[in-house]
């Protein structure tokens, strides 16, 4: 039978691994990531990592829905947000969340649609969205 390691590197495509601890082990090939981890009875368990696509809004589209943000939730103008900053860290509730996501469409002249709103959790989140939906509107027309 092979090495543990050498098995895992031939089914998922990549190099030999030289030495293959199992407890949290991340294995990384072309196309594929798994994340392995033991069971409490020492039994391997794969788990799927969270699948997440980061498309990056441009900047001027951050700095609009930063505005957007600071307006809604009535924030000073010297209140400091970076992408990241969750709607909920800065003090909003689901009403809020539901009114930045309103004026956003209004803003950029779109419909967001339900199963995304609630998705929407952070300034980088609501950007990317509205820049992969402003591109759909932008080919359909």
């Known amino acids: ?22 407890k949290g082990s991340r294995i990384v090939g072309r ?3 798994i994340s392995m981890g033991t069971t409490r009875r ?11 696509v980061f498309c990056a809004a441009k900047p001027e589209m951050v700095s609009k829905v930063m505005g957007i943000v600071k307006q ?28 930045i996501v309103m004026a956003l469409e209004e803003e950029f002249k779109i419909t967001v649609e339900e199963d995304n709103a609630q998705n929407i959790t952070s300034i980088q989140e609501a950007a990317d969205l509205i820049d992969k939906l402003v591109g759909e509107e932008g080919k359909a027309a």
């Open 31 to 33: 196309k594929n990531l």
């Open 42 to 52: 020492g039994l391997v368990s794969q788990r799927s990592p969270r699948f997440r």
């Open 72 to 99: 809604q939730l009535a924030l000073s103008d010297d209140a400091t947000l970076t992408p990241e900053s969750k709607f909920a860290d800065l003090g909003a509730d689901s009403l809020d969340t539901v009114e």
């Open 1 to 22: 039978m092979a090495a543990p390691s050498s098995a895992i590197s031939a089914k998922f495509g990549c190099a030999a691994l030289p030495s293959l601890s199992l």
